[in-house]
């Protein structure tokens, strides 16, 4: 579960890329996707972790 943000958001922004701006849109697309894949994934096991806490 913490690591399907990043391929699903790096094929959604290649996808939406492509449909802008042809093949230059689609690498810029997938790279956004990527990142924004990347902190989706960061926030994912912050937030296990938080919840995983002993008081």
Do not use: E, H, K, Q
């Not at 990043?6 to 810029?28: C, E, H, K, M, T």
């Amino acid at each position: 579960m913490g690591c399907l943000p990043i391929p699903l958001f790096a094929l959604l922004g290649f996808g939406l890329g492509y449909l802008v701006d042809n093949r230059p849109g689609s690498l810029w697309g997938g790279g956004v996707g990527l990142l924004i894949g990347l902190v989706g994934t960061a926030l994912v096991i912050r937030a296990m972790r938080r919840a995983n806490r002993s008081p």
